[in-house]
């Protein structure tokens, strides 16, 4: 992130990417600077993205080294269109695939509830119902 400056620009230091953020934003406001600029609202007062929109660039890195809290975020922001992605069910089973891999409880229900209904996947009502038996 970036803090702007009075006259748009950006705070030297913080991540030194040097990005300038558009000329709308309020001084002081926080560029999220990892969020395409064709998800930058207009107008936004406090920041020049979302906080819900910066979050899922958190959670992109978080789950990456391996952050089941994040793998479970981005699943569910796929799995309903939030944070600026569009709805992927095929996406939100891959996060959520990658929970369960690492033990984690949520990501199983998601992938069995995803093969109960074939979201992202072939539909296998079998599979998913053992796979809620063993949670």
């Known amino acids: 992130t970036a803090v702007i400056t009075d006259d748009g620009g950006t705070l030297p230091g913080g991540d030194g990417d040097g990005a300038v953020a558009p000329e709308w934003c309020a001084a002081g ?9 064709d998800l930058e609202p207009l ?9 819900e929109v910066c979050a899922l660039a958190y959670h992109r890195r978080a789950a990456a080294t391996g952050a089941l809290d994040s793998m479970h975020a981005l699943s569910h922001a796929y799995s309903n269109g939030l944070r600026g992605v569009p709805t992927d069910a095929s996406e939100a089973l891959q996060w ?25 996947t072939q539909a296998d009502p079998a599979t998913a119902h053992a796979m809620y038996r063993e949670l």
């Open 29 to 37: 406001s926080v560029h999220c600077t990892e969020v395409p600029l």
């Open 43 to 51: 107008q936004k007062p406090l920041f020049a993205s979302p906080p």
């Open 96 to 120: 959520s695939r990658r929970a369960m891999a690492e033990g984690d409880a949520r990501g199983r229900f998601d992938v069995a509830y995803s093969l109960e209904f074939g979201l992202g």
